[in-house]
């Protein structure tokens, strides 16, 4: 996938007015960013948490379809921990992978980070319900 | 200053939160939040659903503002965890909340809410949230 916060060629509104930035995507495997700005920001200038949910729904979303591309995917639940504040000012990364997936449910981790991998800020753990094209 | 001033007040107090209250009206102060999504909160454009990190966001920032409304404080909380469950598709409609503050304690805050789109006994989503009340 380029860098253009969609599925298939479909932009997503909500991420494109975020600007979601894809770095990769593959094989369950999917690395985004968000860059920061004020209209995204806390009050103490990191970005809000509001937004670090949105950039991990969308993640995990991008991880499932570089697992196995369905017809539809819908979020079941999403349970996000925040360690820490993000560091003000700087830009944020989400790692999620798409550890397991059924006939009817993808399995999705993420971790989030600002300025060092090794420290994650937030993690996440959500359950997708996926709808699969028809075995040929 | 009146419920709803204060409200606004602290809904102001971030880049995030203001850019989704151009989108919330709160009635009863504070007991009602009705988001009214614009197209770039769509995070399904096929379907013309919500994004789920958009609602995330919404359900967090109305739990958090009560918060700090209860703690007469200006600014948002600390979000430390929130378990979202999305039980039903959401179409690019009127949102209406009810947060509900479970406990407050010294160090610690519990919130619940639920939200709805045609009727108040259809809940599409819900979500828990745990705050810390030390504010910086």
Redesign the interface.
Known sequence: MADVPGFAG??????A?LDLVTISADDGLCSMRLPS????????DG?????V??????VCGAAIMSRQMPI?I?????????IR?ATPGSDVTAWGHCYRMTDAFAFVRVEVWDQDPSDVFATAQAVFSVKHRAAA | MSADAKIQAILA????????AKMISVEEAGALWKLSPT?????????Q?L????I???L??ACGAVLSHRLDRN??P?????????LA?MRLAPVTAQPNLRRIGRRVAVAHVDAWQDSPDTIVCAAQCEFLCEF?
């Open positions: 479909i932009i997503i509104p909500w991420s007015e700005r004020a209209a995204l920001a806390d009050h103490a970005i809000a948490p509001g937004a949910a949105s950039l991990i729904d969308h539809s819908s979020t079941l639940n999403l349970k996000i921990d925040h504040p | 107090s971030s880049g995030f939160s203001s850019k989704l197209a770039e909160l769509v995070g399904n454009p096929l379907a659903a994004h789920g990190g958009a995330t966001a919404f967090e920032l600014c948002l600390q979000l430390i965890s929130i378990n979202v469950q999305f598709p910086a």
